[in-house]
C-alpha cells in the first residue's frame, strides 16, 4: 500500500523560507514516474507547484519558479521543496502526489500540510 505523508509546514512571516518533506512509504521513489507538490485554496481547484520525474527532470509553475526548488532523496525514498521568500499569496495546504505507469496510470495523494505565511 502506497503512502505518501508530508511534513514541515507551518507559520512563517513573509519573505521567509520552508521545505516541505514527503516521505514515501510502500514503494519506491525511484519507481515512481513522477512526484510533485501541488496546492489548494479553499473552493478553488489543486494546482501544480513543481514536480520531477524518475530521470530527475524537473517542471516549476510560473507562478513559483525562482523561488521554490524541488529534490529527491531516493536513498530515503523522500521528495523535498524548498521554499523561499515565501509570500502571503502562498498561504495554503500543499500535497504530494505520485504518479506511476503500470499500463495505466496511478496517482496517490498526501494529507496535505499547511503552510500560512504571515505579512
Known amino acids: 500500500q502506497v503512502q505518501l505523508v508530508e511534513s514541515g509546514g507551518g507559520l512563517v512571516q513573509a519573505g521567509g523560507s520552508l521545505r516541505l518533506s514527503c516521505a514515501v512509504s510502500g514503494t519506491t521513489t525511484v519507481s515512481m514516474n513522477v512526484i510533485g507538490w501541488y496546492r489548494q485554496a479553499p473552493g478553488l481547484h489543486r494546482d501544480l507547484v513543481a514536480s520531477v520525474t524518475s530521470d530527475g527532470l524537473t517542471n516549476y509553475a510560473d507562478s513559483v519558479k525562482g523561488r521554490i526548488l524541488i529534490s529527491r532523496d531516493d536513498a530515503k525514498n523522500t521528495v523535498y521543496l524548498q521554499m523561499n521568500s515565501l509570500q502571503p499569496a502562498d498561504t495554503t495546504v500543499y500535497y504530494c502526489?505520485?504518479?506511476?505507469?503500470?499500463?495505466?496510470?496511478?496517482?496517490?495523494w498526501g494529507q496535505g500540510t499547511q503552510v500560512t505565511v504571515s505579512s
Open positions: 502526489n505520485a504518479r506511476e505507469f503500470r499500463g495505466s496510470w496511478s496517482d496517490y
